[in-house]
C-alpha cells in the first residue's frame, strides 16, 4: 500500500506542478509580451514629445534669431539717433526680448541699461563674445544662465555681430530672453509625475529643466554628465532611447535626446540639446498592476491547487485507511469463520463419536471390539482434521496420501482388501483447507460405511483428477444397498454426506456395483468441480443459509 500512496502521491503533486507551471507561463508570456508593448509605447512617446519640443524651443530661437540678426546688420547702416527707434521696434515684434544692448567691438557698452556689477567690464572675455568676434560663421551666440539678483528670474543673452559689408567686427547686438519664457512650453506636455524635460548646452550646462511637474530652478546653470549626450555631440549621431538613472533623484527615466539645430545656427555654444525622460515608475504603472494581479493570480492557483491535492490525497489516504480496515476486519472475520468452523467439525466429528462411544460404554453395550472401532474411528477424524487444517500444507495431495494410508491400514487390519488407484495424478492439487476436511468426510464416511454395514471382502477407491474437477469412485463388492437399510437412507450418515457435499458444489451418488447376488456391491462416486470458488472453499449454488 506504501510504495501505491508514494505514487498515488507523485501523481497528484506532478499534476499540480505540472498545471502551475502551465499557468505560471501563461502569466509569464502575458507579461511579457505586456511589458515589450509598453516599453515600445514608452519609447515612441518620449522620441514624439522630444521631436515636438525640439521643434518648439528650435523655431522659438530661429524667430528671434531673424529679429536680432536683421536689427544687429542695420544699426551700421543708420545715424547714431535713429538707433534707439530701431531697438523699440524690435522689442515691440518679439516682446519675448528683454533688455536690449549694443558693444563695441571691445566689449564697451554703447547702448541699454548698465549691467549687473558682476558682468560689467566682462563681456569682451566672454565664451560667447570671442565666438562672435572671430571669423564670420554662424551669427547667433547664446550666453550662459545668468541669474537676475533683483528679479531672481534665470535668463541668457543672445548675441548677433555687428560686421560691415567687408566683413569687419564692429560689436554685438544682446538680448536678454528669460529661460522660463523660453521653457513654457514644457508645462504643456504631460511626461508623468516622475518625468524630467531638460534644455542643456553641448558642454552638458542645464539651460532649463522641468521635473516631477515643476520647473526645477536649482539645476539651471549646473552641469548634468551624460555619457550618451557627449558620445552624441561628439559623433552627430542621434542615440536610440535609453535607460538612465539620474545621480540627482535616483529615479530611472526612458531618455529620449535631441538635438535642437540640425544645421549650424550658434556660435557658441556647439548646438543645445533637449531630452526627454519618462520615469518608469510612470509608464510601468499599469504594467506593474498587471504584474501584481498575475502574481495574485499564481498564488490563487497555487492555494487551490494545493488545496485540492490535499483534498484528493486525504481523500485517498482516507480510503486506503477504510480499505485496510476493511481488509483487517475480513482477516479477523475470516479467523473467527474458520476458528469457528474447526469447532464445529470437531464437535460434529470427534465429539459425536465420543459422546456415541461414552454412551455405549456407561450402557454397557458396547464390545471391546466395538469400543476399540469408535476410538479409531475418533482417532482416524482428529488426525483428519489436523491434516486438512494444517497451515503449512495447502497441497491436498499430500492429505490425500496420508487418508489412504490410514484407510489402507485399517482395511487390512480387520482382513479386507485395500485397492487405491491414481488417474492422471498432479504435481499438486489446491484446495482450501475446510474444502479438503468436507472432501476427506464425506470419503470417510462412505469408508466407514463398507466397514459397518457392506459386508464386503475388497473395496476399491478411484481418483481421477483433471484441471476442471475431482472425481472419487469407491466400489465394494457387499450385499449391496437393498439389503443395507441404513444405508437406504434409515440413519444419518448418507444425510450427513449429502450435506457436505452440497456445501462442496460437488455431486454424489450412489449406484449398484452389478455384481452377483447374493454380493452385487456399491459404488459411491463424488464429483468435485475444480473452479476459483471451490479452491477458496465457496459454493455459489448452496443455500445461504447452510453454513459450512
Known sequence: ????????????????????????????????QSHQQTMQHARVTAQNLSTVLKENISGTLRALDASLGSTADDLLQLPPGAAAGLLAQLRERQPALGELRV????????RGAALPPDAAGAIAGQAWFQALRGPAGPGLSISPPRLDAASARWHVLLARAMRDAGGRFHGVLTAEVDLARLSSAFSLVSVGAKGAMTLSSSDEQVFARYARLHYDDAMIGKTIASAKLRAYVASGRRPETYLFTSPLDGAERLISLQRIFDRPLLAAPANLYFSVGLASDDYLQKWREEARAAAL?????????????WSLLRFWHERDARQIQSRAFEREHAVNEERL????????????????????VQGGNASREQTVLLLQECMDDMRL????????????????????????????????????INHALPDALTLAPHAGLQLLRVLQ??????????????????????????????????????????????????ANMRLRAHKLGATLAWLDAGGEAPRPGTVVELVVPLNEASQKGENPRADPRVRP
Request: charged share 20%; net charge positive.
Open 445 to 494: 464416511e462412505a469408508l466407514a460405511n463398507v466397514l459397518r454395514h457392506a459386508q464386503a471382502r475388497r473395496v476399491k477407491v478411484e481418483v481421477y483428477f483433471s484441471p476442471r474437477r475431482l472425481r472419487v469412485r469407491i466400489e465394494d463388492d457387499g450385499v449391496g444397498m437393498a439389503a443395507a437399510p441404513t444405508l437406504a437412507g434409515s440413519g444419518h450418515g448418507m
Open 103 to 110: 558693444f563695441d567691438a571691445a566689449g564697451r557698452l554703447q
Open 1 to 32: 500500500m506504501a510504495p501505491r500512496r508514494r505514487q498515488a502521491t507523485l501523481v497528484v503533486l506532478g499534476g499540480g506542478a505540472a498545471l502551475n507551471l502551465l499557468i505560471g507561463a501563461m502569466l509569464a508570456l502575458f507579461l511579457l
Open 385 to 420: 482434521a489436523i491434516d486438512t487444517l494444517a497451515p503449512d500444507e495447502p497441497d491436498l495431495l499430500p492429505v490425500l496420501g496420508n487418508f489412504r494410508f490410514r484407510m489402507e491400514a485399517r482395511y487390512r487390519a480387520v482382513g479386507l482388501d485395500f485397492l487405491w
Open 297 to 309: 493570480i499564481m498564488l490563487l492557483s497555487l492555494l487551490v491547487s494545493g488545496a485540492a491535492a
Open 341 to 360: 468452523r474447526i469447532m464445529r467439525d470437531l464437535h460434529d466429528g470427534v465429539g459425536s463419536q465420543l459422546l456415541s462411544a461414552l454412551m455405549m
